[in-house]
């Protein structure tokens, strides 16, 4: 009967232990991952939201009353509105502007 005994202690102690180190080694993976987690987030922040790409401007047929400024001009203009800087109808109102010089 001791031996028997002892033998139950010993499978209770191994499998107390065992539990233990598991539930200290899954602890600091979820810590690791919680810290990288953090470190990544503000990385996510900063990035771009992807949107789909607008189409490209269409480039204004080259007129006999345009100067080379002016087309210059427009082209930036496109840039700008390609690049997202400006909206459609920003775009609208600075190339009428330059269309009416």
Request: aromatic share 4%.
């Amino acid at each position: 009967m001791p031996g028997l005994i002892r033998g139950v202690a010993r499978v209770g102690v191994v499998a107390g232990t065992a539990t233990a180190v598991s539930n200290r080694v899954s602890r600091r993976q979820a810590n690791r991952w919680s810290q990288q987690d953090a470190q990544q987030q503000p990385q996510y922040a900063q990035e771009p939201q992807y949107a789909p790409e607008p189409p490209p401007a269409a480039a204004p047929a080259p007129s006999a009353g345009l100067s080379d400024d002016s087309l210059a001009k427009l082209q930036q203009l496109a840039d700008l509105k390609a690049q997202g800087v400006l909206t459609d109808a920003e775009f609208e109102v600075q190339k009428a502007r330059i269309l009416q010089m």
